[in-house]
Nanobody
Framework: VQLVESGGGLVQAGGSLRLSCAFSGSAFSINRMGWYRQAPGKQRELVAVITSGGGTTNYADSVKGRFTISRDNAKNTMYLQMNTLKPEDTAVYYC???????????????WGQGTLVTVSS
């Protein structure tokens, strides 16, 4: 079971980026997925979450109205569309998935390796 992020990079303030998180593996039932970020010298914080069916989303106040989380279950991929980026959005963005390991029936939290987003002023 693996989460692989892509789509990070350098962008000017006011610009846009779309992050992707591809989920591969079997015997894991995802309940929810989300994006977190960690800026230099700061704790990791929640950016956005989405339920397994995609019907419910939740966002940090700092990104509401600018970021959109979505998922394509057929492609086992989650996205984060980031618009009107600000320098304070600069961070390493991590993909997260919470769900049940079907072999052990235990709840697990999975993390990707992270992708760096840098917003220049």
């Amino acid at each position: 079971v693996q989460l692989v992020e892509s789509g990070g990079g350098l962008v000017q303030a006011g610009g846009s980026l779309r992050l992707s998180c591809a989920f591969s593996g079997s015997a894991f039932s995802i309940n929810r997925m989300g994006w977190y970020r960690q800026a230099p010298g700061k704790q990791r914080e929640l950016v956005a979450v989405i339920t397994s069916g995609g019907g419910t989303t939740n966002y940090a106040d700092s990104v509401k109205g600018r970021f959109t989380i979505s998922r394509d279950n057929a492609k086992n991929t989650m996205y984060l569309q980031m618009n009107t980026l600000k320098p304070e959005d600069t961070a390493v963005y991590y993909c997260n998935a919470g769900g049940v390991d079907l072999l052990t029936d235990k709840y697990l939290e999975l993390w990707g390796q992270g992708t760096l987003v840098t917003v220049s002023s």
